[in-house]
């Protein structure tokens, strides 16, 4: 067919389409972005950063100066570029070479305002326009993590930007309870949050271990409940304000009428039981609980609840609720008489009163009550937030009752589990059969870090990098679910978080050196790359330890999700997966098993001279048997044969024996050497 000269232009303006075409879907896929914007096209222009990039802003806002401050900082500090501090800027249009944000309004930061923003950037300009300061907020956020090099420059790859959350409730609870959390971890968990356009910072700050905030009219609180660790007003309120600078809202959970031993530690007088009380020690839930039929309680309540609102400006306040054993209750004749007196049938009947009451106290203060989902319906109004922890059911019966709910059932990140079971625990999965009028019901969701094994040293470790991919779960599409993208963004956004301050990473090299005291930290290193810790409830059951226990162990140092076990065995998979066998992805395989076989004997040098490293001798150990399997397992694939009998059996046994954790860690590799023995066998 000849090819005239129209149809050649024809043919070239639609290959130049596609490879643009292909370039936005392949390469260009999702970019670095991690939340996934809800609508994106990627042109191929860069708009090249330089020294002269100023932000413009149109209107006169404290919040939006300070957030595009921050971002100018981190671009400088980030490409070594000398960005001029030109603040604060008011303009309406940009100067050559620079940003213009444009917001329509600055409002107060609450639960379900407008945090959308366009964002749209070429070669000669970059643009954010949002309703609102928090949806801007939330743009430079993006355009942070657009940023890129090549050879000559660095640069924001030309995108068209619209974005809005799915949901208007993303949080992460912070426990600094059972371990207290000094003022600068809550800062750079903040940091992070906002880095992944996370809104509600739930703060979880009394419960059996420790009362965390000073309370001026009711002293005894913080003063005999907290070993001293509690923030001051002052403190409080330097984080609402830091976290509102960020676009995050900050929830005081204080847990009632369970999980209450150390506000019962100074005032004995309201709980269920004579004391004294003590600051509780162990991990479980406990006795101490408030007596809902003493007036006197919801006395001392208002008093507490009054001083408390003055901290948090938060329409929503959070009582706990959860985990009320009624032991206290089931034992107190008076409480069983007003039980009877009330026609109350049981010990829910009894806290759902409590709940009244406290509800009528809250709404003087105009507070919205949440609370942890318990399994008898409160009467409470229709305003009240249920938050489901026990099951996904729950958080559909509450929101099919009238409730609005929040789903933390499948976002525990203290079980420790792989980022890809959370990535893809969607409050509303696609093929949901609610009603619409249901499904509004759902606000979001929470991340919860709950503190029993958890320090400053080690929380950032447990919180992140896995629970950015929490926040994309609750700010994207619902068809944002590619769990290979995500771990591919994940490594970036974790080496962002990084740069941001937080300490998952450095720490991990830290107390790997503490641990070997600088003596061949590689050695253990390599063991400690392919362990993860025990699931959180088999760790501790039943519950031995104490919470002054220290968080230095090797159990300690593992991380849930461990990306070089995750990534081997990806790795197997796919090789297990090519009919014929690829001899790169052999050579790479066995090197890490060669690696693994002959650290032991390195470990075991190290493990004689630091004790604290012998409760894992044996897994160390277990590790090298296993490599050797897996190595002996290839050469059976190389020589096309099959082990025999005896072999197997002999192998089989021995992953069965490393399955057993030692040190309350496990093997992160094991699955992959079965299914080398399988397809030997
Ligand atoms: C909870 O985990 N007890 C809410």
Redesign the pocket.
Known sequence: MRINGFSKLKIMIVALFMSINLLAQTNFKNLNLMPVPEEMTVVSEKFLLNQSFTISINIDDARLYKAAKRTLDNLAKRTGLLIKDQFPIISKSSKDNSMLINVDKAVELELGIDESYDLIVDETSVRLNAATTFGAIHGLETLEQLLNSDETSYYIQGVQIKDKPRFPWRGLLIDVSRHFMPIEVIKRNLDAMAAVKMNVLHWHLTDDHGFRIECKSLPKLHELGSDGLYYTHEQILDIVDYAADRGIRVVPEFDLPGHATSWLVGYPEFASAPGPYSIERNWGIFNPTFDPTNKETYEFLTVFFKEMSTLFPDKYWHIGG??NNGKQWDTNSKIQEFMVQNKFKNNHALQNYFNIEVEKILSNLDKTMIG?YTDEMPELSKDYIIQA?KGRASLYQTSRNGFRSLLSHGFYIDLVQPTDYHYLNDPIPPDSILDDSVKEKILGGEA?M?AEFVGPETIDSRIWPRTAAIAERLWSPSDVNDVQDMYRRLKIVSLQLENLGLTHIKNYEMMLRRLTNNFNVEVLKNFVDVIKPLYTYSRDHPHVFKSYYPLTRVVDVAIPDPKVAREFNQLVDSYLDDAEKDEDKTVVIKKWLKLWKNNHDNLVNIIKVRPVLKEIETLSEDLSKCASIGLEALDFISSNSKANEIWVTASYGTLKMAEIPKGETELAILKSIEKLISVVQ
């Open positions: 959860d985990e942890w922890w919860t709950w």
